[in-house]
């Protein structure tokens, strides 16, 4: 099958499937006749499987790993685990990053509708964002210090 069907029968365009065959990870044969790429069934599972790892959000070089233990006939389950593993645990501290400062965000609404504008000085943009700075790193301070046990304890 040629690009046009193969990104067809998967619902994807033929620059995806192009783009995957520039990089390696596609390997259609070419016609001595027309110079015309011919795609295989072989290649259609491996645009699935690329289009499932992407969606789980491997990128391009792992799953270029993936493929060389494949292509040498091993299994790369164990390896799809390890890195799924990782990509969970990443997506964790992410995620808590994330409502963290969602949780800034949030403050800052709240507190800053309460404040005028004022005008920028020569020492200050905006007195908002400049004041933020100062009020987390008390915060992050106190945390610390309530945290760090005391010669009295």
């Known amino acids: 099958m040629r690009v046009n069907q193969l990104a067809k029968n998967l619902n994807i365009t033929g620059d995806t499937v192009r783009f995957y065959t520039r990089i390696g990870l596609l390997s259609p044969a070419k016609s001595s006749v027309n110079g015309y790429k011919d795609y295989s069934d072989k290649d259609q599972s491996r ?90 790193s008390q915060l992050e301070t106190n945390s610390e210090s309530s945290m760090t046990p005391s010669l009295e304890d």
Not at 66 to 92: N, P
Request: glycine letters at 4%; a negative charge; charged letters at 25%.
């Open 47 to 136: 645009m699935q499987f690329i289009l499932s790892a992407r969606n789980l959000g491997f990128s391009v070089d792992e799953i270029k790993v993936i493929f060389s233990r494949t292509d040498q006939g091993e299994s790369a389950c164990s390896l799809v685990r390890q890195m799924i593993q990782q990509k969970l645990e990443e997506t964790e501290k992410q995620f808590e990053e994330m409502v963290k400062l969602r949780s800034r965000l949030s403050n800052a609404v709240t507190d800053w509708s309460h404040k005028p504008d004022k005008a920028p000085t020569g020492n200050m943009i905006c007195h908002l964002i400049e004041g933020t700075y100062t009020e987390s």
